[in-house]
């Protein structure tokens, strides 16, 4: 059971570049999540998904966009990357908004 | 608003010993709370919950913790820390009424070091 996944692991995007972070689910999972962590500042919610068709935006939106491509797929698009996003993105999952999460193991952004 | 405040970015402890980590909330709406684990390079993992039903609440790998309404904290505690116990730990509360998860707010994590 895979659970979370997200590729790509790793990135490395010049400033101006786009790139779309992709994840998937296998849980039947019907809300789907994007978080960036930064040291010291915790994890922040960027947008969520609380059922297929549907999105929302958490607390750190700007510069992104999401797409709920079905219910298993949740991808994150960076159209013009900058350097203050360079983070560890996360993805996760659950039941529902009531649920606990599952987190995948993270994509490693750096951009310079 | 809602607001998560852990105090201690580092914490250190000897195998064998208690572990306390401290989480202290503000909410406007009665809160859901949660604690979560981060092993090195993995995703957060759900330790335990607190959603109201008991203020005791008791978690995975023998942790727990206890909702103290009066001091506002969710404080997490382990009676003996094993080296497993090696990992960054997140306090979070649910930012708007009830237990949606969809809308968490974390604290900035303790990290958690366990000495031989």
């Known amino acids: 059971n895979a659970g979370v996944t997200q590729t790509p692991k790793f990135q490395v995007l010049k400033t101006g570049q786009s790139m779309t972070l992709q994840c998937a689910q296998d849980?039947?999972?019907?809300?789907m999540y994007w978080y960036r962590q930064d040291p010291g500042m915790g994890l922040r919610l960027i947008y969520y998904?609380?059922?297929?068709?549907?999105?929302d935006k958490g607390e750190v939106p700007n510069g992104y966009n999401v797409s709920r491509l079905n219910k298993r797929e949740f991808s994150l698009r960076l159209e013009s990357a900058a350097p203050s996003q360079t983070s560890v993105y996360f993805c996760?999952?659950?039941?529902?908004?009531?649920?606990?999460?599952?987190f995948g193991n993270g994509t490693r952004l750096t951009v310079t | 608003a809602q607001s998560v405040t852990q105090l201690g970015s580092h914490v250190s402890v000897s195998e064998g010993a208690l572990v306390l980590l401290r989480c202290n909330y503000s909410?406007?709406?009665?809160?859901?709370l949660f604690w979560y684990v981060q092993y090195p390079n993995q995703g957060l993992q759900l330790l335990l919950k607190?959603?109201?039903?008991?203020?005791l609440v008791k978690g995975i790998n023998g942790f727990e913790a206890e909702f103290k309404k009066s001091e506002t904290s969710f404080h997490l505690t382990k009676p003996s820390a094993h080296m497993s116990d090696a990992a960054e730990y997140f306090c979070?509360?649910?930012?708007?009424?009830?237990?949606?998860?969809?809308?968490?707010?974390f604290g900035k994590g303790t990290k958690l070091s366990v000495k031989p």
């Open positions: 998904s609380a059922s297929e068709g549907t999105t």
């Open positions: 607190y959603t109201s039903a008991a203020t």
């Open positions: 996760a999952s659950s039941e529902g908004l009531y649920s606990p999460l599952h």
């Open positions: 849980m039947n999972h019907n809300s």
């Open positions: 909410s406007s709406v009665p809160p859901y």
């Open positions: 979070a509360v649910t930012r708007g009424y009830g237990g949606s998860q969809g809308n968490l707010i």
